[in-house]
Structures are given as C-alpha cells and as structure tokens.
C-alpha cells in the first residue's frame, strides 16, 4: 500500500501515539511524523518494532522517542508522559490507539478475559487521556486528542462482546472527554476504523471462512490497509478540523451503511 500523499502542516507538534510500534499505530505515528510531528511511540512489549519505528521517524529529521508502558497501569502512564515530554517536549497531540482483542462466545468469556480487554480497550484511552488532557489544561495547551476506537462501537459481533462493549465505552469516552474539554480549548474525536490486516487480526483472517464472511458483509469488498486509516488521523490532528470535536469518523470500507 502506498504511504499517503495528502499533507497536513503539523510542525512543531508534539504528538504521542500509544500503541505506536505495530499496525495502525505504526502507521499513525510515521505518518504524524511524515507531517513535520515529533513523536513519542509508546509500545507494551514490541521495543525492536518501537525502535524502528522511532529510526524511520529519524530519518524524517523529526524527534521521536520510543517509551515502554503499559497503558493499563496509571504509575505506567505516568511514567510514559514524563518520559515522552522529556524527550520531545509537552504533548500538544494525543493519539489513544493501544488496544487488544480477543474472541470468545459470551458464555465462555473468562473474568481475566473481560478485564484485559476492557482495561486495554477502555481504561487505557481513559487513563491516558485524562493524564495528557490535564496537563494540557495546566499549561494552557489548546490540543487535540484523537482515539482510535472501531466500527464495532456500534456494530455487535459474534464472539467480540468484551471488544464491542470496550469499543462503545471508547465512543462515550470520546463525547464526554470532547463535553468537558471543550471550553479547555481542547478537541477530542475518534477514529472508527473498519477491518484492517495487522497482527490484530491476522490470525483470524488466516481462516479463509472468517475472511469470506466479513468480505461478503463491506460493500467495497476488501479488507484495508493500515496507512488507509492515517488520512483521517491527519486531517482531525490539523487546523482544518479545528471546529470539529466530538465527532466520529469511520473509515470502513462502507461496513457501517448496512
Ligand atoms: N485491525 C483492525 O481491524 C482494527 C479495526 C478497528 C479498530 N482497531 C483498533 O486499532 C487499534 C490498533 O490496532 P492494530 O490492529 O494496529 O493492533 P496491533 O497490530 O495488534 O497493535 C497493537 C498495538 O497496541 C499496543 N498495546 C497493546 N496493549 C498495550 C498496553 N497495555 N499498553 C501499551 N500498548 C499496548 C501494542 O504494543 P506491543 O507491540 O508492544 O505489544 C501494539 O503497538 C486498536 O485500538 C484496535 O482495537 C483495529
């Protein structure tokens, strides 16, 4: 997939995207950088992938650090901010994308089950959110915090309940956040991206039925691209989307028309 040829003017800002090392997040965050962002990518255990993410970043003459935490953890999210404002300066641009999937009937979902996920998925966002935007309105930082959430915020699947539950609390987080931000001068938006081949979901779409299937329900008939999502990212996180927050925006390849 070609890398995006859309530019947006987003020098000097400082940008950090949880989940930074692989798939979506990868791409976010090169992009960012592609923008003229600095970055700090944020990873739980890919440090190699982090690392050569923050390399390509380099190459951009952009700063760009790579911080271990776990989003889950408020110490662990401490931590992370410390470390990334240290690094690239005070964070002007949040992208909340960490996230985690598992696939169980609901009768079999283990307690453990539900709580990695809803803690990745939605404790994080919140977590991190609340952290950056407080020390955004303590500095007087008139920022943008964009969360990654997923078309299954609002479409139920079979064997996703913990991941569609933590995705709709995502898209409540986001109206919230934007609610009480926005006289902080800070804009809060999401992302809803569609079915994309990364890590995420590749172990599923090995199943040629699973594939099939999901091809049959989007009306564009294929499964996206990681840097298809970057566009969008881009365009919230520039001054064009400036009297936008709140708001919703799916890039799906038409799944949510049905
Ligand atoms: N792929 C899709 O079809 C799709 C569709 C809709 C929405 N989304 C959403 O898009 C986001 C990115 O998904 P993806 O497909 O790019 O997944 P991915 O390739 O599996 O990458 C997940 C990223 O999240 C990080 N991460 C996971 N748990 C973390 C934690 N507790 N603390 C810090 N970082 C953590 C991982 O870090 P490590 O590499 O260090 O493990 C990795 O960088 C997720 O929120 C996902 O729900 C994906």
Redesign the pocket.
């Known amino acids: 997939m070609a890398v995006q040829t859309t530019t947006y003017a987003l020098s000097g800002q400082r940008a950090l995207v949880?989940?930074?090392?692989?798939?979506?997040?990868?791409?976010i965050a090169l992009g960012l950088a592609r923008c003229g962002a600095n970055v700090a990518v944020?990873?739980?255990?890919?440090?190699e992938?982090?690392a050569e993410v923050v390399a390509a970043i380099k190459d951009h003459d952009r700063t760009a650090v790579a911080v271990?935490?776990?989003?889950?953890?408020p110490k662990?999210v401490d931590r992370l901010l410390d470390a990334a404002e240290s690094a690239i300066g005070p964070i002007d641009l949040l992208v909340?994308?960490?996230?985690?999937?598992r696939r169980s009937p609901f009768l079999d979902i283990a307690k453990e089950e539900w709580d990695a996920v809803l803690?990745?998925?939605l404790d994080?966002p919140f977590l991190v959110g609340q952290a950056v935007a407080r020390r955004m309105v303590q500095r007087g930082i008139r920022g943008r915090i964009i969360n990654?959430?997923?078309?299954?915020s609002k479409d139920a699947g079979l064997n996703l309940t913990h991941?569609c539950v933590?995705?709709a609390g995502?898209s409540m987080l986001t109206k919230m956040m934007a609610l009480e931000l926005a006289g902080h001068g800070i804009n809060v938006n999401e992302v809803?991206?569609?079915?994309?081949?990364?890590?995420?979901?590749r172990g599923y779409l090995q199943n040629e039925a699973n594939r099939q299937f999901r091809l049959s329900r989007i009306p564009m008939k294929r499964?996206?691209d990681?840097e298809e999502?970057v566009g969008a990212v881009l365009f919230l996180a520039s001054h064009d989307a400036r009297l936008m927050t709140g708001a919703s925006v799916y890039v799906?390849g038409g799944v949510t028309i049905w």
């Open positions: 949880t989940g930074g090392s692989r798939g979506i997040g990868r791409s944020n990873y739980r255990g890919a440090a992938a982090a271990q935490a776990d989003v889950t953890d662990s909340n994308n960490a996230g985690i999937v803690h990745t998925n994080g990654v959430a997923s078309t299954s991941y933590s995705k995502v809803n991206p569609g079915l994309i081949e990364t890590d995420l979901t499964i996206g990681p999502i799906d």
